[in-house]
């Protein structure tokens, strides 16, 4: 007879601008139950937290209490692992002021341990605990959303660096002269091209500077979105296509530079661009072989995120739990 | 009474193209004895294997014997850490033609353990062993010489990635229009520019280009080389001030992209072009400062290698003996 665990379960947070989702996940990567509050009811981090902590308790209680808790996992913007703050995050009322212990609160009052890392390092937990990226030991998640995220594991520890801010791959320069304004405040970004916006924004500009034809022309400009790219592109939309060519070509061109710096077994994508399938990543892998270095050609998988897409940033946070549990109790 | 280690030394090899360089280091990093072998006397590795084994039975025998020996480390062009191996290197006789196991063949004869690595990480391993980086987790090592080599640690250890090959950061791209040719065969990348035949290139470039009077205008183009530069520079030439800052300008942008992935707390620099000081080092500063992600100013460190010149390879590569004897023994 196998004997159950004693703490069986993770709790998963995945703290947004709008929803604050809570999981609780079994070493298989299974949700047992799941809750959800606003995140942005409250005025301060106590209020919020108290508010988690009552829509917590009822699923805790459904898995059998706190008991059979191990950890809590939160993936949330401007998190800062080492510290186990939110540190001036533009989208939340309660942490765009100032430095919020949000892991120290939660471990207070739920008296687990807690860790907390932006989205995209709990994207590439999440994939080493219960997705593609099983056994791996390099390998490198990009999440292709609103903006460009990534999370960088190397000889199998996530890469947090000397701040805990390591692994902002969707800011590396790629374009050095008349690059397009970023969000950080400079030009030329990987993530002013290859996110959501920036795929957008080249739809935009090739409508503008070219005569290919396309069903997003009896679109207003200005209102065209990367899900109008991504259905015309669907339907065979030949302009919609050329914008993933060039999407594809620049993620490419940076996954070679990435790889100059770390050998990754694999590059893991994940986000609404992913959608696109083959008409994204055949872009990328074509690219990618045509700019690597010699040594590194053939080497690297090209692989999409193999979580559920509804659940994967709540499975993501959760593996950070798993992980914590074994720098603490080890 | 502090007992003295049973083995206090490791031997270190400095494989270049031309010299063999042996030392016997201990744990402080004093040379307790040094002998060399040329490295292309022989046509097999084995003939290379036996050279080096009499050359260093000598200097074993003058520290007590092979019993106080750790280990071997080697610091080699084309070496796999994984394999310990030297891989098709352009510039040895004995092994530019295939994979060449010369951990395997030192640790056969010595009786030790052995470990080998390319030079630019053995540097790496150098500079926390015993240099600048001692005590420091995460810092990326650039050596500046007849090419642009890297060593990356991140959480304590060099990063060798998924082949043994991580680590080539003076193969990014900096332009990718209208970049310059690269030994490599690709173009633009950042050795192109910030090696010794890169500002030598950059000299020639702005001598034809500008009309910035300079004592370099008195030698023949083509003969012209970093040294030259280094020498005018150092006589207050303005144009070779302007060389030191473009090379600094696009070496600072580059330790930029180099945060955003692995956010040191250090960027060390070893080799020929640091001799120029504050002349290089400056540009550098003043360009990453420019053009680092908000989350990263002030954060790291610009360092200059503090291993001494002439011995700091084989330094290197003993560092690495200390290495390997944890991985094996511990």
Not at 6 to 20: A, E, F, M, Q, R
Not at 54 to 80: H, S
Not at 313 to 327: P, T
């Amino acid at each position: 007879m196998i004997s159950q665990p004693l703490k069986p379960y993770v709790i998963g947070l995945d703290l947004g601008g709008t929803n604050s989702v809570f999981g609780i996940v079994d070493s298989r990567g299974d949700i047992k139950a799941t809750t959800a509050i606003k995140t942005q009811g409250y005025l301060t981090v106590e209020e919020y937290v108290d508010a988690a902590f009552e829509a917590l308790q009822i699923i805790i209680d459904q898995v059998g209490g706190i008991d059979k808790i191990k950890a809590m996992g939160i993936g949330a913007p401007n998190a800062n692992y080492y510290k186990g703050t939110i540190e001036y995050a533009p989208n939340i009322v309660w942490a765009h002021e100032g430095i919020v212990p949000l892991a120290e609160l939660f471990k207070k009052r739920l008296g687990v341990p807690v860790a907390i890392t932006n989205d995209a390092n709990a994207a590439a937990i999440g994939e080493m605990t219960y997705g593609v990226a099983r056994g791996m030991k390099n390998f490198i998640m990009l999440t292709l959303g609103t903006g460009v995220g990534s999370g960088i594991v190397i000889n199998g520890q996530l890469v947090y660096g000397c701040d805990g801010f390591a692994g902002e791959l969707g800011h590396v320069i790629m374009r050095r002269e008349n690059g397009r304004s970023c969000g950080c405040g400079r030009t030329g970004c990987l993530e002013a091209y290859c996110s959501a916006t920036g795929v957008a924004r080249t739809a935009r500009e090739l409508l503008a500077t070219t005569n290919t034809p396309s069903s997003l022309r009896e679109l207003e400009p200005e209102k065209i979105t990367s899900l109008d790219v991504s259905i015309a592109a669907g339907q065979g939309d030949e302009l919609a296509k050329k914008v993933y060519d060039f999407t594809g070509e620049m993620l490419g061109e940076a996954c070679a530079d990435f790889a100059a710096f770390s050998s990754p077994e694999a590059f893991i994508f994940f986000g609404g661009l992913t959608k696109a399938g083959d008409l994204i990543m055949n872009p990328i892998k074509k690219s990618y072989d045509e700019h690597v270095l010699n040594i590194f050609k053939g080497k690297a998988q090209f692989l999409v995120s193999g979580l559920d897409g509804s659940s994967a940033a709540v499975l993501g946070a959760s593996a950070i739990g798993w992980d914590i549990q074994d720098d603490v109790n080890a």
